[in-house]
T-cell receptor
Framework: SAVISQKPSRDICQRGTSLTIQCQVD?????MFWYRQQPGQSLTLIAT?????????ESGFVIDKFPISRPNLTFSTLTVSNMSPEDSSIYLC???????????FGPGTRLTVT | SQQGEEDPQALSIQEGENATMNCSYK?????LQWYRQNSGRGLVHLIL?????REKHSGRLRVTLDTSKKSSSLLITASRAADTASYFC????????????FGKGTRLSVIA
């Protein structure tokens, strides 16, 4: 298993500003995933972050809006740029280990944009 | 994009009763997983069933998979108030280290 922490756990931000969310894993993993969960909804994949290469974004998500860094095998950041109220969501990072199909999730970052 | 459709969207039962949630998906899968989410926090993995399996048990959980109908069900027996949460199915493709595709989820409320 993997233990994942995220910072911050929650934040209230003003429209037009940016927030960087950190995801730290207690072991080395190849792939990290960033998901968005809008209020009352399911999880939608934003991007896959592979160490040493550019993140791969899903349809509807672009690098300018959600830049991702993956400097090493235990850490990643997701920035939500130029925020609007529609970005109010829970943002979750997860990891998969090469030995299994299970994914392990961080506790999430609850973002409110006013 | 969401692959799974879960029903019901919300379920309210009394403590001690059984809760059944269903999930349907659209494409071929390697396995199907169920996760629990408490109060908008992180997801916790509950159980994984492979595409060549039909039924799997783990404690009070029973999962079935029907690949011909592209559907799965999660049964929680003898429910407890602590089971109150949202439950999501998620499908995985052939390859490890690939993202999961989540269903819409079922909000379960267990009343003491």
């Amino acid at each position: 298993s993997a233990v994942i922490s995220q910072k911050p756990s929650r934040d209230i931000c003003q429209r037009g500003t940016s927030l960087t969310i950190q995801c730290q894993v207690d072991s080395q993993v190849t792939m990290m995933f960033w998901y968005r969960q809008q209020p009352g909804q399911s999880l939608t994949l934003i991007a896959t972050a592979n160490q040493g290469s550019e993140a791969t974004y899903e349809s509807g998500f672009v690098i300018d809006k959600f830049p991702i860094s993956r400097p090493n095998l235990t850490f990643s950041t997701l920035t939500v740029s130029n925020m609007s109220p529609e970005d109010s969501s829970i943002y979750l990072c997860s990891v998969a280990q090469s030995s299994s199909y299970e994914q392990y999730f961080g506790p999430g970052t609850r973002l409110t944009v006013t | 994009s969401q692959q799974g459709e879960e029903d019901p969207q919300a379920l309210s039962i009394q403590e001690g009763e059984n809760a059944t949630m269903n999930c349907s998906y659209k494409t071929s899968i390697n396995n199907l997983q169920w996760y629990r989410q408490n109060s908008g926090r992180g997801l916790v993995h509950l159980i994984l069933i492979r595409s060549n399996e039909r039924e799997k048990h783990s404690g009070r959980l029973r999962v079935t998979l029907d690949t011909s109908k592209k559907s799965s069900s999660l049964l929680i027996t003898a429910s407890r108030a602590a089971d109150t949460a949202s439950y999501f199915c998620a499908t995985s493709s052939k390859w490890r280290n690939t993202p999961l595709v989540f269903g819409k989820g079922t909000r379960l409320s267990v009343i003491a």
